[in-house]
């Protein structure tokens, strides 16, 4: 059994491209190996929040996590900054982080070019991204491919943790979903679906209704040539829509290309906005249920006790293998 670890930001309503290239893959990981999933809420404030509007969305995203189908009885859910030790253990490795490697993240030169003022944590995170992943001797993170840098810098910072210490950190592989793993823009199809795209035609979200659900497909940017046929650098827009399709239905892109391979776009974006609303119809349903209620409450305070107790075990061996704290004279 391997041990995996998934955090997503609270940061707005998740997309269909969340779902599809991560939590609707979260649901069979659980079933053969030991699943933390982290509502990451400290990695939000990297950038202002309005506070109630936080709120609302770490719940929201628990709420999501559960309706999408983790088993609380076979995974482990919570909230991040709910268990101290990733804070802690995140401070401890951004002493041995290095301000070059911090300076060459992507996210970190995207998120801060142009700004007069930019909060310091946007430097310092990956430090604490690492402490997420390293505190359950993670063996897999399940991510998108444009997550690879920061598992490479997690590796980084965990060799150099053992070899100047002590050998305490598990070293964790990436694993990319290989359908739906990059799910993109309705209407920039060469960029990757976002929650915080300001054109909101862009984004399919989990919870839109089937009506704006059926708007967005049918609006999707495509080609002229009528024709329905995975070509990502020819036809971005149609090579999107077969993704989404496939990772909807679970049928292959092949099996599609040749379904519709005499039908026109307009055919294929009926059904492909069909495909979408049947997969996210059960998701919705679970989410008005949880949403408000006491169950959803229980769930993370369980998970937050049980990713503790695991948590602080690690946190207490790199804290020895520093020198930090003191040892009690018997």
């Known amino acids: 059994m391997k041990t995996i670890f998934s955090g997503i930001q609270p940061s707005g309503t998740l997309t269909l491209g969340n779902y599809l290239g991560a939590m609707k893959h979260f649901v069979k990981l659980q079933e053969e190996n030991q699943c933390y999933f982290c509502v990451v809420d400290e990695h939000a404030i990297t950038v202002p929040q309005d506070r109630l509007k936080l709120r609302n969305n770490i719940r929201s995203l628990a709420a999501l996590y559960i309706a999408s ?7 482990v859910l919570f909230i991040q900054s ?74 980084d910072l965990a060799i150099r943790f053992n ?3 002590n050998d305490i950190f598990t070293l964790p ?37 089937d009506k704006k659900i059926e708007k967005k ?12 046929k995975f070509d990502k650098e020819n036809k971005p827009g149609i090579s999107n829509l077969l993704t989404i399709h496939a990772s909807c239905t679970d049928q ?17 974006k009926e059904e492909t906005a069909l495909a979408v609303i ?23 305070d369980e998970g937050a006790e049980k990713a503790s107790f695991v948590a602080n075990k690690t946190l207490q061996k790199a804290k020895k293998a520093m020198g930090l704290g003191r040892v009690k004279k018997k």
């Open 163 to 165: 070899n100047r210490y």
């Open 82 to 155: 709910e268990v101290s030790a990733h804070t802690q253990l995140g401070w401890m490795l951004q002493t041995i982080s290095y301000i070059g490697e911090l300076e060459r993240m992507t996210q970190f030169k995207d998120k801060s070019h142009g700004k007069d003022a930019v909060s310091s944590s946007l430097l310092t995170y990956p430090p604490l991204m690492a402490a997420d992943i390293l505190l359950y001797n993670t063996d897999i993170v399940p991510v998108g491919d444009d997550q690879k840098q920061h598992l490479e810098i997690t590796r």
């Open 278 to 300: 049947e997969a996210l119809k059960p998701v919705k349903e679970r989410y008005q249920v949880l949403i408000d209620s006491k169950e959803l409450d229980d769930i993370l």
């Open 217 to 228: 497909i049918k609006s999707a940017v495509t080609d002229s040539e009528g024709i329905v």
């Open 252 to 268: 292959s892109i092949e099996e599609l290309e040749e379904k519709y391979k005499d039908k026109g776009y307009g055919v294929f």
């Open 173 to 209: 592989e990436i694993s990319i979903p290989k359908v739906g793993a990059r799910i993109m823009s309705l209407q920039e199809p060469t960029k990757k679906m976002s929650k915080s795209d300001e054109n909101l035609k862009a984004s399919i979200f989990i919870l839109d209704d």
């Open 69 to 75: 189908g983790i088993d609380p009885q076979k995974s």
